[in-house]
């Protein structure tokens, strides 16, 4: 009997070794998890999370995606912090505020603030285009910002609107004037009438892209003035 016993006792010794450990528990992985967001800097001050909330929306990216490279302290010479619209009149008072450069997509472009972020102007100018004069007495001006703003003003009736490109330009639209962007350095083209003509038409327009080019065909000339005044007449070209 003791010999049974201890037989059976050696047997369920050798079945309990053979059992092995219970494998540790992993943290899933793989691609149905969902990612780690991420959130801007709680130390952003309001005039830097003005600037930075203005570009995301105005270029359709998160706000994660728009990097803050410098912000300096300056005291603006006017209420337009110092950006000149053709048409537009400013308030001269000194208003403190800071510079604001901001890098998304690959580019840098610049705000600027007043001291509590509540005043907000873009100041990297893409295109000015103006139109003056002709027998219907034109007064009409655009401004379009790197940061994806359209300013646009008419002398008639004081019209003043603020639009962004992603709200009037089809896709195709969008992909050709970077593709403009891209290729052009400063162009300036002028297709006003030779002065002394009758009710004289003039017509102006400087693009400043980031390539090298500074001359374009005459055929890309029509193709920027053509665009340029659609964008000052309608805000919905899509």
């Given at each position: 009997?003791k010999?049974?016993l201890?037989i059976?006792?050696?047997?369920m010794l050798?079945?309990?070794?053979?059992v092995?450990?219970s494998a540790p528990t992993?943290?899933?992985?793989?691609?149905?998890?969902?990612?780690t967001?991420?959130?801007l800097?709680?130390?952003?001050?309001?005039?830097?999370?003005?600037?930075?909330?203005?570009?995301?929306?105005?270029?359709g990216?998160s706000?994660?995606?728009?990097?803050?490279?410098?912000?300096?302290?300056?005291?603006?010479?006017?209420?337009?912090?110092?950006?000149?619209e053709?048409g537009?009149?400013c308030t001269?008072a000194i208003?403190?505020g800071f510079?604001i450069?901001?890098?998304a997509?690959?580019r840098e472009v610049e705000?600027?603030t007043?001291e509590?972020?509540?005043?907000?102007?873009?100041a990297?100018?893409?295109m000015?285009?103006?139109?003056?004069?002709?027998?219907?007495g034109f007064?009409?001006?655009?401004t379009?910002?790197l940061s994806?703003?359209?300013?646009?003003n008419s002398?008639?009736g004081?019209?003043?609107?603020?639009?962004?490109l992603?709200?009037i330009?089809?896709?195709?639209?969008?992909a050709?004037l970077?593709e403009?962007?891209q290729?052009?350095g400063?162009?300036?083209?002028?297709?006003?009438d030779?002065k002394g003509v009758s009710?004289r038409?003039v017509?102006?327009?400087?693009f400043?892209?980031?390539?090298?080019?500074e001359t374009?065909?005459?055929?890309t000339?029509?193709?920027?003035l053509?665009?340029?005044q659609l964008?000052?007449q309608?805000?919905?070209?899509?």
């Amino acid at each position: 009997m003791k010999m049974a016993l201890l037989i059976f006792t050696l047997a369920m010794l050798l079945v309990t070794a053979c059992v092995p450990d219970s494998a540790p528990t992993e943290e899933p992985s793989g691609p149905d998890l969902e990612p780690t967001p991420t959130h801007l800097p709680v130390d952003l001050t309001p005039a830097q999370l003005a600037a930075i909330t203005a570009l995301s929306e105005n270029l359709g990216l998160s706000v994660e995606s728009v990097k803050l490279v410098s912000t300096e302290a300056v005291d603006w010479p006017d209420g337009c912090l110092g950006v000149q619209e053709e048409g537009v009149m400013c308030t001269q008072a000194i208003t403190p505020g800071f510079r604001i450069i901001l890098e998304a997509n690959g580019r840098e472009v610049e705000y600027r603030t007043n001291e509590d972020g509540t005043q907000l102007r873009p100041a990297t100018v893409l295109m000015r285009w103006k139109r003056e004069g002709g027998i219907a007495g034109f007064c009409d001006y655009l401004t379009v910002y790197l940061s994806g703003e359209v300013h646009k003003n008419s002398c008639k009736g004081g019209e003043y609107a603020e639009e962004r490109l992603l709200d009037i330009l089809s896709e195709a639209d969008l992909a050709k004037l970077d593709e403009w962007v891209q290729d052009y350095g400063t162009v300036v083209i002028d297709a006003s009438d030779p002065k002394g003509v009758s009710d004289r038409m003039v017509v102006t327009l400087e693009f400043v892209g980031l390539g090298s080019q500074e001359t374009v065909s005459s055929s890309t000339e029509k193709e920027l003035l053509e665009f340029a005044q659609l964008l000052s007449q309608s805000s919905q070209l899509k």
